[in-house]
């Protein structure tokens, strides 16, 4: 059984796998629909969902289903697209410092290996395009675009070393709009791309999910937030970060159609969770305590039995010990005595 705390996946060499060319072979309607039932099964138990994921079955999600035929009718290896791995939290409670480490190692394996399940019953395989997307956000989670480039060359760099790059690959905001300023990328990723903040506000108002995703990224952007260094008073951060949450969803519809039109066809995948019939399916990286932590947002604790889980730091440090890597904090290793 695979295991999201302990399998990974890595990034390409540049900046993006590409889409595979059409082959000679294709498959009958039937094999295509079973065949995309057998890749669901392997993706089902790794769903990220604030409903009850018990019972899945590949018949509850026909968006997946017609997404992955695009790639099986013709027996192409399938291209899934994974925003996410913006950069690290910039609350140093929260993660170890800047730049990847176990937790984005793991996480990166366990991509890799779903890719491998994947291959397993389809062979022509599966990649996997991490479209990281720190920089789309950078002025509204305030963290520098240097600081967001060491990282998403740092989890570059991740692929490489831990021999990943025939899978993974990495697409980011470098690789759209040419030689622009980020923040004229920025500019221009949102007028090409966002919904109107009104549009936005109606919509919050009125379904439960996307008021949902709203809550939980108003609730990300206080916690990214050291308290110890605002200068204002917990309501009006709160207050800022409401107004804050509706431009990252903005910026994150917008580079979803970004990347469509750089990679047509993808199968959609995202760190979030996502109810049955989303266009994207909502994907667990690693072992956490709720469905919104990722390994960007927290850091590793490796239990006496080996298991390994997300969360804050500061609750880490409470239960267990820093270990290096390279010289550098990694995670933390459970005392025996608290397990």
């Known amino acids: 059984m695979l295991t999201p705390s302990v399998t990974a996946a890595a990034p390409t060499g540049p900046t993006s796998l590409g889409t595979p060319g059409p082959t000679s072979a ?11 039932e057998e890749i669901l099964r ?8 604030l ?74 395989g599966a990649r996997m395009l991490i479209c990281s997307d ?40 470098r690789a759209a709009y040419g030689d622009l300023t980020y923040d004229e990328k920025r500019a221009r990723i949102e007028a090409a791309h966002a919904p109107t903040l009104e549009a936005l506000r109606a919509e919050t108002r009125a379904d439960g999910t996307a008021r949902r995703l709203y809550q939980g990224i108003t609730r990300f952007l206080f916690e990214d937030t050291d308290l110890r260094t605002y200068p204002g008073t917990r309501s009006a951060l709160q207050r800022e970060c409401r107004a804050r949450a ?10 979803g159609e970004l990347i469509a039109d750089h990679h ?29 932590m990722t390994p ?26 820093p270990v290096l890597r390279d010289g550098r904090p990694s995670h933390f290793a459970a005392d025996p005595a608290t397990g």
């Open 134 to 173: 720190g920089h789309v956000f950078s002025d509204l989670i305030r963290v520098p675009d240097p600081t967001i480039d060491a990282y998403a060359d740092g989890l570059r760099a991740l692929i490489d070393d831990e021999g990943l790059a025939a899978r993974l690959g990495v697409f980011d905001l």
């Open 51 to 124: 409903d009850d994921p018990h019972g899945d079955t590949p018949d509850a999600f026909p968006v997946q289903v017609r997404q992955l035929s695009h790639w099986v009718a013709a027996d192409r290896p399938i291209l899934f697209t994974l925003p996410g791995f913006p950069c690290k939290s910039p609350n140093p409670a929260k993660v170890l410092g800047p730049l990847p480490d176990e937790g984005e190692r793991l996480a990166l394996r366990f991509l890799d290996r779903l890719c491998a399940r994947i291959t397993a019953v389809y062979p022509p």
């Open 296 to 321: 960007w947002h927290a850091c590793v604790l490796e239990h006496a039995d080996g298991r390994r889980e997300l969360m804050r730091r500061a609750d880490a440090e409470r239960l267990g010990r």
């Open 264 to 292: 047509p066809g993808a199968v959609r995948l995202s760190i979030h969770p996502q109810p049955r019939g989303s266009a994207k399916f909502g994907i667990r990286l690693l072992a956490a305590p709720d469905a919104w």
């Open 42 to 49: 392997v993706l089902l138990p790794y769903r990220r969902t």
């Open 26 to 36: 294709t498959r009958t309607t039937r094999g295509t629909h079973t065949t995309c």
């Open 246 to 255: 509706y431009g990252v969803i903005r910026r994150s519809r917008a580079w």
